[in-house]
């Protein structure tokens, strides 16, 4: 079974609890979003490998680890993934960055690919993709079907809120991608939010509707 996790660490319950109420403001939920998105970097990030070096203190010397390995790239999926992005790159400065932007056609819940620009060496590096919300997961299953014919080889999903739904897409399309996320929520409504969720991630972070 492919691994899903769900990041149950106080700050990022807490946060995410502030993010869903509905009084919360554009500016705070943003400033919320950078929080909570380097506490999940750092959970998705657990398992990078690790090799020891000799260093020396200003005391003496000693054997210290430093990362080795794949390098990463993120992949945002346009135009919520973007809020994710800031707060990673603040812990993981170096990863290079792609977008993917996919527009669901409202009637069929389906994704349509409109923009696709990614790194050109997405095999060598492990890539996570960023999405707030996993909902009905045919966006994420695309962008990570996508990501793959790029070339990419290991790939993690990160998100914020997933429906039970958008598990079961993604699982099923994609068993060996490991999904973390803050929440596993209820269900799915009858226009594919996930409830109770959060609302629009997208119109929430930049104020629109
Ligand atoms: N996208 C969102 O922004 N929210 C949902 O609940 C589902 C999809």
Redesign the pocket.
């Given at each position: 079974m492919p691994e899903l996790q769900v990041v149950d660490h106080p700050l990022v319950q807490h946060k995410l609890t502030l993010m869903r109420k509905q009084a919360t403001s554009t500016a705070v939920f943003r400033q919320l979003l950078r929080e909570i998105s380097m506490l999940l970097a750092y959970e998705i990030t657990r398992d990078l490998k690790l090799e020891m070096t000799g260093i020396r203190t200003p005391l003496e010397g000693m054997e210290s680890g430093v990362l080795v390995g794949r390098k990463l790239a993120l992949v945002s999926i346009l135009r919520?993934g973007n809020g994710l992005l800031d707060g990673i790159l603040e812990l993981i400065p170096l990863a290079r960055v792609g977008f993917i932007g996919l527009y669901r056609d409202e009637e069929r819940l389906r994704p349509v690919e409109y923009y696709f620009k990614v790194p050109d060496d997405l095999a060598s590096r492990l890539v996570i993709v960023v999405d707030?919300?996993l909902?009905t997961g045919h966006s994420a299953a695309a962008a990570v079907q996508r990501i793959k014919e790029a070339g990419a080889r290991s790939i993690k999903f990160l998100c914020l809120v997933a429906a039970p739904e958008g598990v079961e897409v993604m699982q099923s399309a994609h068993p060996d991608v490991s999904i973390v996320t803050a929440a596993l929520d209820r269900c799915l409504n009858d226009k594919?939010?996930?409830l109770p969720?959060l609302?629009?991630?997208?119109d929430r972070m930049f104020g629109t509707r």
């Amino acid at each position: 079974m492919p691994e899903l996790q769900v990041v149950d660490h106080p700050l990022v319950q807490h946060k995410l609890t502030l993010m869903r109420k509905q009084a919360t403001s554009t500016a705070v939920f943003r400033q919320l979003l950078r929080e909570i998105s380097m506490l999940l970097a750092y959970e998705i990030t657990r398992d990078l490998k690790l090799e020891m070096t000799g260093i020396r203190t200003p005391l003496e010397g000693m054997e210290s680890g430093v990362l080795v390995g794949r390098k990463l790239a993120l992949v945002s999926i346009l135009r919520a993934g973007n809020g994710l992005l800031d707060g990673i790159l603040e812990l993981i400065p170096l990863a290079r960055v792609g977008f993917i932007g996919l527009y669901r056609d409202e009637e069929r819940l389906r994704p349509v690919e409109y923009y696709f620009k990614v790194p050109d060496d997405l095999a060598s590096r492990l890539v996570i993709v960023v999405d707030p919300m996993l909902a009905t997961g045919h966006s994420a299953a695309a962008a990570v079907q996508r990501i793959k014919e790029a070339g990419a080889r290991s790939i993690k999903f990160l998100c914020l809120v997933a429906a039970p739904e958008g598990v079961e897409v993604m699982q099923s399309a994609h068993p060996d991608v490991s999904i973390v996320t803050a929440a596993l929520d209820r269900c799915l409504n009858d226009k594919g939010y996930i409830l109770p969720g959060l609302g629009d991630a997208g119109d929430r972070m930049f104020g629109t509707r």
